[in-house]
């Protein structure tokens, strides 16, 4: 089937895509396929920001736990940081996780 489908002109979306690009998505998606961490994306975008602290104890998970997600996360480009005092507070540095959030959040509702 494939090979009658070469002979028409495929216009599939990623291949509009740089492959660096393609390669950038697929390290999102993997960074952001943990619960946690679609949490924290969630709960960032409606707080805006908040420090460590709050964010633990919103996920209901250890600071220690939460601070390997969130540290993850920042080095991957999502989220950033700003130190005031000994409080760590991150906010997201990437909007584009949001649209997928969206779209997993109306996917859901649909289902029901």
């Known amino acids: 089937m494939l090979m009658a489908m070469k002979a028409k002109?495929?216009?599939c979306s990623l291949e509009k895509m740089a492959p660096e690009a393609v390669?950038?998505?697929a390290d999102m998606l993997r960074t952001l396929?943990?619960?946690a961490r679609l949490r924290i994306v969630d709960l960032l975008n409606t707080a805006d920001e908040l420090p460590v602290c709050d964010i633990s104890e919103?996920?209901?998970?250890?600071q220690s736990a939460t601070s390997q997600h969130?540290?993850?996360m920042r080095r991957v480009g999502l989220l950033k940081t700003e130190r005031r005092g000994k409080a760590v507070?991150?906010?997201i540095a990437d909007h584009r996780p949001i649209a997928l959030l969206n779209?997993?959040?109306?996917?859901?509702e649909?289902?029901?």
């Open 110 to 112: 649909n289902n029901r």
């Open 58 to 62: 919103y996920l209901g998970l250890a």
């Open 9 to 11: 002109v495929l216009n």
């Open 33 to 35: 396929a943990h619960p």
């Open 103 to 108: 779209c997993i959040c109306s996917c859901c």
């Open 89 to 91: 507070w991150y906010s």
């Open 23 to 25: 390669g950038q998505a």
């Open 70 to 72: 969130l540290n993850h």
